[in-house]
């Protein structure tokens, strides 16, 4: 493989061409007219422009992306997540025009895409699953009677549903009714795909995922798993790895059994297998994702394994370089996302420009992000800013240095989850690992967070801007200047 194009934006685009760029291979990127100042366009080697800012215009168009590819002897796409990451019929057209998908392929896509038909290839390995309807609800009579046998509260998921969306909690058998006819309807206009069931609804529930890779050669092995229980609107926004509150045995076990989740449907590449773990820790399969995760830092930071060099290497037919027992966990990482979001509204997105953007080094730092100072975060795409990850020999060591990350993190003009993200590391049920997927409902108020940072630091940035223009008209030096000066002098010279 020679050249790859990245069928996506961003920082998920800029951390693709890193790891390409390291094996030797030019990058093309794509981009909306959105997007035509980002870094991931400046990184490429090329960059071709897609089209207008929606995503139906631009990034989703595989048609065009595979012209793109034909034109400029592209011979591999790696799609990283989101867009058409998941899309078996576009895997599929790729594969058709002679260019290697970078994932798995189309038919172990289309098993695990659908919720529904994921169960029914994980039943068959054994794989313990979350009580509830076997498949798509036909009579809500026989779903009342299931739910009234595992015990409400209970959850109506859409087959189709992703990131989220298509769920309902339903804590009384009166609503039931009512409630699966409109999530059939929802998921029929959202998804246009109206099939539902029935799932238990988990107590106290934590996340957990397995990360898997699967090469051509039938070698299958896992990378330990990552904690996303810090979530809110059911979408993960603190991720960590590895889960604070698992022994060997139960790592082992969920390994393997996600690992035969990717048996079951003859995966192919990085895939994550993700669990609903209960108080007692009974763990059931929800779904699997068939594509590279955005927490996937998180599991490269504690094994040491690069996963999109690893994805390019199967990709081209290379058999894994290493055996379940050669991996090890090394110390303990923690993911922010850091979203243009407002944590004191209910976390809604807080769309602006990055006026100040200043980011975070040293020792145990990474910053996987895609923007600049000056740019506008746009409002066609998902608003996350960058991944702010950090390392550390143990979980406490990668907390405290998370929170001078934080601290260190320079963000003027939006609100973004780093305010949030504070708040979960001081607070003490994170701290002793003692938490589930609950934690913004029961912990978090608004009130609990320290004084508005963004407009604080709005004033700052005013602050600068009316000295910087007092500077330029006027070219003396001014008696603040002056001091600073001095004050550097005499620190020179106590040194
Ligand atoms: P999506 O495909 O939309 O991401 P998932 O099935 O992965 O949906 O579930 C997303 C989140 O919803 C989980 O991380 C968890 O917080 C919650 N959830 C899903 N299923 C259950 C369940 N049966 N009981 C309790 N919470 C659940």
Request: hydrophobic share 40%; proline share 4%; charged share 25%.
């Amino acid at each position: 493989m020679n050249k790859i194009l990245i069928a996506n934006r961003g920082e998920i685009a800029l951390r693709i061409m890193k790891s390409a760029k390291e094996m030797g291979i030019k990058t093309v990127a794509v981009y909306s007219e959105a997007d035509r100042n980002s870094p991931h366009v400046k990184y490429a080697d090329e960059a071709v422009l897609l089209g207008p800012p929606p995503s139906a215009q631009s990034y989703l168009l595989g048609d065009k992306i595979i012209e793109v590819c034909k034109t400029l002897g592209v011979d591999g796409i790696h799609p990283g997540y989101g867009f058409l990451s998941e899309n078996g019929e576009f895997a599929q057209a790729v594969e058709e025009a002679g260019i290697t998908f970078i994932g798995p392929k189309a038919h172990s896509m289309k098993v695990m895409g659908d919720k529904l038909s994921a169960k029914e290839a994980a039943k068959e390995f054994g794989i313990p699953l979350v009580p509830g309807t076997e498949g798509a609800i036909e009579d809500p009579k026989e779903a009342i009677a299931i739910s009234r046998e595992i015990g409400f509260p209970v959850l109506i998921k859409a087959s189709a549903g992703g990131g989220g969306k298509g769920m309902r909690i339903v804590e009384k058998e009166e609503e039931l009714e009512e409630q699966i006819h409109s999530a059939i309807s929802e998921a029929k206009s959202a998804f246009g795909n109206g099939a539902v069931f029935i799932e238990k609804y988990v107590s106290s529930p934590r996340h957990i995922e397995v990360q898997v890779l699967c090469d051509s050669h039938g070698n299958r092995v896992h990378l330990f798993e990552r904690e996303c229980s810090v979530q809110r609107r059911h979408q993960k926004v603190i991720e960590e790895a590895p889960s604070a509150i698992l022994s060997d045995e139960l790592r082992a076990e969920m390994g393997a059994k996600a690992v035969d989740v990717a048996r079951s449907c003859n995966y192919l590449g990085a895939g994550t297998v993700e669990f609903i773990m209960d108080e007692s820790h009974n763990f059931y399969f929800m779904e699997m994702n068939t594509r590279l995760q955005v927490e996937h830092p998180v599991t490269e930071m504690i094994t040491g394994v690069d996963l999109v060099k690893e994805q390019i290497k199967i990709a081209r037919g290379e058999a894994l370089s290493f055996k379940q027992e050669d991996l090890k966990i090394h110390g303990h990482s923690i993911e922010v996302r850091v979203y243009a979001e407002n944590a004191r509204e209910n976390f809604m997105p807080d769309i602006g420009k990055l006026r100040v953007y200043q980011r975070p080094h040293g020792v145990g730092v990474r910053v996987d992000d895609g923007f600049e100072e000056g740019m506008d975060i746009p409002i066609y795409y998902d608003p996350m800013i960058s991944k702010l990850v950090t390392y550390g020999k143990d979980r406490e060591e990668a907390r405290v240095r998370m929170l001078r990350a934080i601290e260190d993190y320079k963000i003027v003009g939006l609100h973004t989850t780093m305010e949030f993200a504070k708040f979960v590391m001081e607070h003490p049920a994170f701290i002793s690992g003692d938490f589930d997927t609950h934690f913004v409902n029961k912990h978090f108020k608004p009130e609990y967070l320290e004084a508005d940072v963004a407009e604080e630091g709005e004033q700052v940035a005013a602050l600068i801007s009316a000295y910087l223009l007092n500077q330029q008209s006027n070219k003396g030096i001014n008696p603040s200047e002056k001091q600073a000066k001095q004050n550097s002098k005499w620190k020179a010279n106590r040194l």
